[in-house]
């Protein structure tokens, strides 16, 4: 038994999955973990140190913009 990792377009995913059925293919997909970027993770400390900003309604954001 040999194992491959094929990357498939979302939209045809369904599709190669029936047609690998049809062939027996047994098929498991692989989770991919992402992970923050640096600029995420810059804005999710700043909320840990209390620096976020709060607002009472969705106006009062847009406002602020």
Request: glycine fraction near 8%; aromatic fraction near 2%; charged fraction near 35%.
């Given at each position: 038994m040999q194992t491959m990792e094929i990357k498939v377009p979302d939209h045809k995913t369904q599709q190669v999955k029936a047609f690998l059925k049809e062939?027996?293919?047994?098929?498991?997909?692989?989770?991919?973990?992402?992970?923050?970027?640096?600029?995420?993770?810059?804005?999710?400390?700043?909320?840990?140190?209390?620096?976020?900003?709060?607002?009472?309604n969705v106006a009062e954001l847009f406002g602020s913009i």
């Open positions: 062939l027996g293919v047994t098929v498991k997909e692989k989770k991919i973990k992402s992970t923050p970027n640096a600029d995420t993770i810059a804005a999710m400390n700043e909320l840990k140190a209390g620096k976020g900003k709060k607002f009472k």
